[in-house]
């Protein structure tokens, strides 16, 4: 198995690269799999019947949602944990604190370290297209297969142009402006 990744040519319309064409990695993203086909794999796993399994995946997404609603963080078995945060403006003043200063409420994952560690060790493949769509070169992973940054800037604290992104909904093109 391996993870496929797309470097894609693009023009940047900002930042320090502004005017320069270069390669911007972003994960494919894979097709939703549907409940129905993860349940019955789970119930194949498992020896269990589809049916059981079906009642236990709904129950247990309950037990996590309402667990996690009250501020728990919650075990994901082999994945890891997940609880929801904010993002909120600050104030300085005591008097001036309203749930209207929650900007953003999120789901926070902690992946567990095996779960890491298998992500580590899996192979990546790396398509690039040009900026006319074309397959120039495809590489696939030799490195120590680091999965984590501290951070995405260079020394002197400007974004280098990378993409940290590990699938989630952004395109990696934050950077770009209106690129063609």
């Known amino acids: 198995m391996s993870l496929k990744v797309k470097a894609k040519e693009r023009k940047f319309k900002v930042g320090k690269y ?5 390669y911007v990695m972003v994960p494919e993203m894979y097709s939703a799999l549907a409940k ?42 082999g994945l890891g944990t997940m609880r929801f945060s904010l993002s909120a403006k600050s104030v300085a003043d005591v008097n001036d604190v309203k749930s209207s200063l929650i900007k953003v409420r999120r789901i926070v994952f902690t992946p567990a370290v095996e779960l890491k560690d298998e992500l580590k060790n899996t192979a990546v493949v790396i398509t690039c297209y040009d900026r006319n769509g074309n397959e120039v070169k495809r590489v696939t992973s ?19 142009g990378t993409n940290t992104n590990q699938g989630g909904g952004s395109s990696g093109d934050e950077n770009l402006g209106d690129g063609d």
């Open 36 to 77: 129905e086909k993860v349940i019955r794999e789970a119930a194949l796993r498992s020896g269990v019947s589809e049916g059981v399994m079906h009642a236990c995946w709904d129950a247990a997404g309950e037990v996590i949602k309402a667990w996690a609603t009250e501020g728990h963080s919650v075990a994901l078995p």
């Open 142 to 160: 030799t490195d120590d297969g680091t999965v984590e940054e501290p951070d995405n800037t260079t020394e002197t604290g400007e974004n280098d």
């Open 18 to 22: 502004a005017g320069e064409y270069r």
